[in-house]
């Protein structure tokens, strides 16, 4: 037979779910780089193009295309200089996004080709 308790909150649960909130941190796996990251590692477009450029450059590079934690973000973002994209701006608009990422598939089809 179960037992129902019902149970009243107090304030002072309410004021303990307000520091936790003011006082989180995010873990490691969010935590930005520095200045200089780029925001092609936060886009799934971005990041594939990135992960294929280097496993061409290096083919023992411990990095997975179809996934990986933000360990390799460094060796990430040494691949935006290397294929001269530290100067391409976030799309803000839709449009601009469809863009660049359009922009994003014909690099990674010449990174696989070998053309770039």
């Known amino acids: 037979m179960t037992t129902r308790i019902d149970k009243e909150l107090t304030s002072e649960d309410y004021q303990q779910k307000a520091d936790f909130r003011q006082n989180y941190v995010p873990g490691p796996a969010m935590a930005v780089d520095g200045p200089n990251r780029h925001w092609l590692l936060d886009s799934p ?7 294929m450029k280097l496993l061409k ?8 295309l179809w996934g990986e934690g933000h360990e390799v973000d ?3 973002n040494r691949m935006v200089d290397e294929l001269n994209l ?31």
């Open 45 to 51: 477009a971005g990041r594939d193009l990135l992960k």
């Open 57 to 64: 450059l290096d083919h023992r590079a411990e990095v997975s």
């Open 74 to 76: 460094g060796h990430l």
């Open 86 to 116: 530290r100067e391409l701006a976030k799309p803000e608009l839709p449009m601009d996004v469809l863009k660049v990422n359009f922009k994003l598939v014909k690099m990674m089809a010449a990174v696989q080709f070998g053309l770039s």
